[in-house]
Each structure stands twice: as C-alpha cells, then as structure tokens.
C-alpha cells in the first residue's frame, strides 16, 4: 500500500505514460514503487526497458498460482514491474470471469505485494470500464482519471461523473482526480478544454501535462521522461502531480527504502 489506479473512459489519452512516468517520478523520490499492468495490450512494461521478447506476465496463470508476486519484474533502484504479460484468448477470459465472480480473487492474488510495508502500487488500466478495475476499486486509495485536452475526452466528464467507470463512487479514500494531458497552448481547442475544466473540476483537477515529443521519445528508448529530457516540460509537470500525490496520500517519502521486495525476479 497506498494503491493508486490510473483510469480513463477513453483510450490513447496517456494512461500508460503516465503510470509509467508517475512510477518513476515516486520511485526518484526515494519509494519503493510496483507499477502493475491490467491492460491486455501489455504495453506498460515497455516504458521500463523491459524487452519486447520477454512474455511473462501474472494473468496467464492467474487462477493457478495464489501469489502473483512471482511474476514481479525489477526494472530498477526501488522500481518494479508486473506485466500483464502475454496471454491467450481463453486465459484472458478466465480471468476476467474470475473477477467477476469471486470477489477475493483480486486481494489474493496482490496479497503480498499490498502488504508490503512501504511499496507504492500505481495500476494501468484498459479504457473504459473494466473487471479489473471495478474489482480493485474499493482496495484503491486513490484514482487519477487521464482525459485529454480534446472536445473528445470533454465529451466523457459526464460518463464519469455519473459512475460508469465502475458503476460506484470511483475512489471513497482519497478521493478521485483528474490529469489533463497534452495541452498545447497553441491549440484553440486545447485552451478552451483546459479553461473548463479548471473551472469544472477546481481542486479535483490535480494537473496538467504539456504535450511533448519528449515523452513519446522516452517511451520509444524506453526510458523515463527524467533520463531522456529533464527539462521537458511534460517532466516538469509530471513531477509536479508526483508531489501532489505524495502530499494527498501522506507517503513519508523514503519509506520504501529499508526493506527489500522479496520473490521479486530480475528482468
Ligand atoms: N504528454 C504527452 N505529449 C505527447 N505525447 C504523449 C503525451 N502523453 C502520451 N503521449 C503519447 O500518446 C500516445 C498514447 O499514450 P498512452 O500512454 O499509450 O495512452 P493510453 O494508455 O491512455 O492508451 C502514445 O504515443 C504516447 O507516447
Ligand atoms: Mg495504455
């Protein structure tokens, strides 16, 4: 614990980078930080240097194996990974049907990792609605909902608002935050949107973050936003709402600092 999900209703809109760079940005700060992946795309792992060829992933077995702590990849000083990993259509599928039907299969399976003293979990999601998603919410301490800074991703303010995420309240600990992603000064459309929402949302809008190539870049040399252009603005701006989440959690920075994962393999 403190575990954080990072949802959207709509997809493209920087759910996955931000996750990874939030992750990053936490770990930097001297926590112990999982970055865990319940999108079937498994696209998460390949913002921590992870290779392309490597498949393992804690849904494949998920029913099987009562710990999924075991399939945790450590990708760096204080920073770990849990892909969703490679897995077939009918695997994918008894997963799904076990969150669905057996609402302590969630708790089992991260058991380990939630109890693990100072470990900050940041979970990737599919967009939209999800099993897992609505599976994990109560354990959640806090959601950040990803929107971006297009008529397109205004037009789904209401869809959350009015619970479709996970058809509940999204977030009863710390509550539900907004990141608006790519702004672009430049765009008429970009400034109208973020204006807003400002407005809209006040202190649930936790931030925003610039439209970079820089995060594209680093995504592509798979590195974070901090090792490949720390002076970009998205870095600025990300390590900002990294700040703004310890502040709303009340993480003792370097709490995760003594102990050391155990059952956690190397990449
Ligand atoms: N702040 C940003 N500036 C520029 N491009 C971004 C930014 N955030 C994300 N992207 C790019 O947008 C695309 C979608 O991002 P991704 O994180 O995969 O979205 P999601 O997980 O919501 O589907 C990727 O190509 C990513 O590099
Ligand atoms: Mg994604």
């Known amino acids: 614990m403190p575990l954080i999900c990072v949802c959207s209703p709509k997809g493209g809109v920087g759910k996955t980078t931000l996750t990874a760079n939030l992750a990053y940005a936490l770990s930097r700060a001297g926590n112990k930080v999982l970055a865990l992946d319940f999108d079937v795309q498994n696209a998460l792992r390949l913002h921590f240097g992870v290779p392309l060829s490597e498949t393992r992933g804690f849904v494949a077995k998920a029913t099987e194996v009562q710990d999924w702590s ?72 806090l959601h950040l909902v990803v929107l971006q800074a297009d008529s397109a991703s205004l037009s789904m303010l ?60 680093a995504n592509a040399s798979q590195q974070s936003i901090f090792d490949f252009n720390p002076s970009s603005a998205a870095a600025f701006d990300i390590e900002l709402i990294a700040k703004k989440v310890v502040g709303i959690l009340g993480i003792e920075v370097g709490d995760g600092t003594v102990h050391s994962v155990p059952r956690m393999s190397g990449t």
């Open 70 to 141: 075991q399939s945790v990849l450590t990708v760096g000083t204080n920073l770990f990974v849990l892909p969703y990993g490679e897995a077939s259509e009918t695997q994918s599928e008894l997963f799904t049907e076990a969150l669905k039907q057996d609402k302590h299969f969630l708790a089992r399976g991260l058991n380990t990792l939630l109890n693990y003293p100072g470990l900050i979990i940041i979970a990737d999601f599919p967009p939209g609605p999800s099993p897992a998603l609505k599976a994990i919410s109560p354990m959640a301490d």
């Open 158 to 217: 209401p869809y959350v608002e009015n619970q479709r995420l996970t058809g509940d309240v999204l977030n009863q600990k710390s509550g539900h935050y907004f990141i608006l992603n790519q702004t672009d000064s430049r765009r008429q459309v970009s400034r109208d949107v973020a204006s807003f929402v400002e407005q809209h949302l006040g202190d649930q809008l936790l931030g925003m973050v610039h439209r970079d190539e820089s995060a594209v870049e």
